[in-house]
């Protein structure tokens, strides 16, 4: 497995990820699925913003998983804190991939000075919520009956890791 940045080349493996995720999983709380066009319109959109988009790759170069994160929300105050996405794909899972995949995303997130990385999960995806609690992510919060999916309604928890011990916002880490 490789794990690098994201081309236009993998864009319809990672349109496969989402829109498997989409119709199969509760991670992404879309219903409609996506095309390579839509795709390639968000990966210019996070690099316009500086962020990254990691692909992990096999040895032939097809995406097995993908990671990201972007603003947390729009306003100035919260220009320290990101949120992240991290997707594998289901025959790759239990592999590792996904602890790798957030492993460089922390380190990156470091390299551009952000203090705080935030994840929001279906509170009933326990081994989602397990990696990010080993690697530092706390629950922060749970707001109950906030999404609905498959006729249901779901649960969407908050975790937070803390990437810096900087008091001061402005301060470069």
């Known amino acids: 497995m490789q794990l690098r940045d994201?081309?236009?080349?993998?864009?319809?493996?990672?349109?496969?990820?989402?829109?498997?995720?989409?119709?199969?999983?509760?991670a992404i709380w879309?219903?409609?699925?996506?095309?390579?066009?839509?795709?390639?319109?968000?990966?210019?959109?996070?690099?316009?913003?500086?962020y990254p988009v990691l692909v992990a790759?096999?040895?032939?170069?097809?995406?097995?998983?993908?990671?990201?994160?972007?603003?947390?929300?729009?306003?100035?105050?919260?220009?320290?804190?990101?949120?992240?996405?991290?997707?594998?794909?289901?025959t790759a899972r239990g592999q590792g991939l996904g602890e790798t995949l957030m492993r460089e995303l922390l380190?990156?997130?470091?390299?551009?000075g952000k203090h705080a990385m935030v994840a929001g999960i279906e509170a009933g995806n326990t081994a989602s919520i397990r990696l990010h609690e080993k690697l530092g992510f706390t629950q922060v919060g749970l707001l109950p009956e906030v999404g609905c999916k498959f006729?249901?309604?779901?649960d969407l928890a908050f975790l937070q890791l803390t990437l810096d011990d900087r008091r001061d916002p402005d301060a470069r880490p």
């Open 107 to 112: 380190t990156r997130a470091r390299l551009i």
């Open 30 to 50: 879309n219903e409609k699925t996506v095309d390579v066009d839509n795709r390639a319109r968000w990966l210019a959109d996070r690099r316009a913003s500086g």
């Open 57 to 90: 790759v096999d040895d032939a170069g097809a995406v097995l998983g993908y990671a990201t994160f972007g603003d947390w929300r729009a306003f100035d105050g919260y220009r320290h804190t990101v949120e992240h996405s991290v997707y594998v794909a289901a």
């Open 6 to 26: 994201a081309t236009p080349a993998d864009l319809p493996g990672i349109t496969a990820i989402y829109n498997a995720a989409v119709t199969d999983t509760t």
């Open 151 to 154: 006729g249901r309604w779901l």
